[in-house]
C-alpha cells in the first residue's frame, strides 16, 4: 500500500474548482500530527514549488500566485490532507504532489496528480452576411 494515496485530480474549464485529497493510511496519528504537510505543484516546463503548506500547531503559507482562491486543510482523525481549489487559472495547470515533511526534514511524496484547467469559452454565436 501506498504511503501517500492522492485523489481528486481532473480536468476543468477556468474558473471551476477542483479538491484535492492525501491519505496517509500507514502513517501513525502523532507523526501525522507532527509533520508539515502540504502541497507542491509542477507546471509545463517549469520547477516543482510549493502551492500551500500547514505547519504543526495549524499555521497555513500559500504561494503568491493561488492566495485567496486555494485553501489548505487537514483532517487528523482521517490523517488526510486536502487542497481545495477555486477559480482556477489556466496557468494552475501541472502535477500535484503531496508531501509530509518530518521535522528532521525527511520528505515523504505523493505519485501525484494531474491537474489540467483549459480556457473557458463561450457558446458562440452565429453570423450570417448576406448580399
Known amino acids: 500500500q501506498a504511503q501517500l494515496v492522492e485523489s481528486g485530480g481532473g480536468s476543468v474549464q477556468a474558473g471551476g474548482s477542483l479538491r484535492l485529497s492525501c491519505k496517509a493510511p500507514?502513517?501513525?496519528?502523532?507523526?501525522?500530527?507532527?509533520?508539515?504537510l502540504g502541497w507542491y505543484r509542477q507546471g509545463p516546463g517549469k520547477e516543482r514549488e510549493l502551492v500551500a503548506r500547514?505547519?504543526?500547531?495549524?499555521?497555513?503559507n500559500y504561494a503568491d500566485s493561488v492566495k485567496g482562491r486555494f485553501t489548505i486543510s487537514k483532517d487528523n482523525t482521517r490523517k488526510t490532507i486536502y487542497l481545495q481549489m477555486d477559480d482556477l487559472k489556466d496557468e494552475d495547470t501541472g502535477v500535484y504532489y503531496c508531501?509530509?515533511?518530518?521535522?528532521?526534514?525527511?520528505?515523504?511524496w505523493g505519485n501525484g496528480n494531474q491537474v489540467t484547467v483549459s480556457e473557458k469559452w463561450g457558446q458562440g454565436t452565429q453570423v450570417t452576411v448576406s448580399s
Open positions: 508531501n509530509h515533511r518530518t521535522p528532521s526534514g525527511n520528505d515523504k
Open positions: 500507514r502513517t501513525i496519528l502523532s507523526t501525522f500530527i507532527s509533520n508539515t
Open positions: 500547514i505547519i504543526p500547531g495549524g499555521s497555513t
